[in-house]
Each structure stands twice: as C-alpha cells, then as structure tokens.
C-alpha cells in the first residue's frame, strides 16, 4: 500500500513568510508525528496526535509553530514568520498505535519536506 | 527524558566485512522500546529493527543481528557481509512509552566500500 506522503518536497521561503506543510498518513493509522532534522539539532520531535485525542505539542520549538490534523487524517504544520533557524527537513511518520494502548508500533516515515528560509 | 549516545560518528569498511554500530541510552522508563532506523542518501527513515525492555532476547533477521543487553543500557546493530548498499546513517531510537515520540541519537554514517 502507499506509505506517508509529504507536500511540497521542497519550499523556499523569505524570512517572515508563513509556510504550511503537508502529511498524508499511511491510510487507517490513527498515530500521527512531527520530527525536525536540522544539522545543528539533529532529529528532534515536534508534536504528535493520537486519533482525536489533544495532540501533544511538547516539542514544539517556539508559539510560532502549530499543527493541525483534520478529520483524524491530514495533518498541516504551519511555520508562522519563518526565520533563518527553522531552515531544516520535516518529517512526518505515522503508525497504527490504538489509543491508550501499551503497544509499540513502528513508526513509518515518509520522504520529508526541505525548508530553506532566505 | 531520554539520551542517545551513537559514539561512532562515521565507520568504513570494505564490503563483506561484518560491522557493528554502537548504542548507548539513559532512560527513567521501566517500559520502553527501541529501535533502528536507517537513512540512505535519498533522505527517507528506513525502519530496521525494534525491541521491548522485557526481552533481552537477541535475534537475528537476514544480514541484521542486534545485541540489547539491559544492564548496560546498550542496544548494539551489527550487518553481516556487509554490501555497498547498506551505506547509509543508522540511528539508533528509544521511544517514551508516555508520549510515544522517539528520541534520536546523533546518528552512525556507515560507508561500505566495494
């Protein structure tokens, strides 16, 4: 079957613009995540959503980041007045994890979205 | 909170040769899980291996072997007869079972010459 899709896979952005990026889970996962990788932070999770549970935001590097999931599908992670920092590739990954489960899914990543902030 | 220590930053060897990637956690869970991923130079996290903390179990999957020994913490990956198309960097990630992110290590950039 398909697996995590990503849109754009490349975004050039001016300083102070907002950016919005795109995941489409692998269809019937319910757990879905945000993982940045920048070459000075390395991989570092940003927010993940379980279903239609509260997503836990607790990575989320600053108020100017956010992420939506809509209708226990898509998630958009919006950047609001991107700067030089937020420059990284964003990934997004997405397992079958049943809430409130003690199970272990694998997380299954899809290709990413590299961000270039001029 | 969790860590990862991959101490190995880049390892070359010549195809065939067997090749192990260290890796060192801290964690405060009594659960956890852990894993291996890999990522080739296209850029996408490739999922290798995974393991719970109640099985020290050590098994084997193809070329892939991997060494998890809870009282030091370690959770090794070893590639037997290794092939140019496994270059690549290998990560190695303990999950928080309370909020299910991974926690990467700084990675193991693995060359295999033909």
């Known amino acids: 079957g398909a697996g995590v899709s990503q849109s754009p896979s490349n975004k050039v952005t001016e300083k102070g613009k907002d950016v919005e990026l795109r995941c489409d889970p692998i269809s019937g996962h319910t757990a879905l995540y945000w993982y940045r990788q920048s070459l000075g932070q390395g991989l570092e999770f940003l927010i993940y959503?379980?279903?239609?549970?509260?997503?836990?935001k607790s990575g989320l590097p600053s108020d100017r980041f956010s992420a939506e999931r809509t209708g226990g599908s898509v998630s958009t992670l919006t950047i609001q007045r991107t700067q030089q920092e937020d420059s990284a590739v964003y990934l997004c990954a997405s397992s079958s994890t049943p809430p409130g489960g003690l199970t272990w899914e694998t997380q299954y990543f899809g290709p990413g979205t590299r961000l270039l902030v001029l | 909170a969790q860590k990862v220590t991959q101490a190995q930053t880049e390892i070359s060897v010549v195809e065939k040769e067997d090749v192990t990637l260290d890796c060192v956690y801290e964690t405060r869970d009594t659960t956890y899980y852990l894993f291996w991923y890999k990522q080739p130079p296209s850029g996408e996290l490739v999922f290798l291996i995974r393991r719970n903390s109640f099985d020290e179990q050590n098994e084997i999957s193809g070329r892939y072997s991997w060494n998890f020994q809870k009282s030091t913490s370690s959770f090794n990956f070893t590639i037997t007869a290794s092939q140019v198309v496994d270059s690549a960097v290998y990560f190695c990630?303990?999950?928080?079972?309370?909020?299910?992110?991974?926690?990467f290590g700084s990675g193991t950039r693995l060359q295999v010459q033909p």
């Open positions: 990630a303990p999950m928080d079972t309370g909020r299910r992110a991974l926690t």
């Open positions: 959503f379980q279903g239609n549970s509260a997503p836990d």
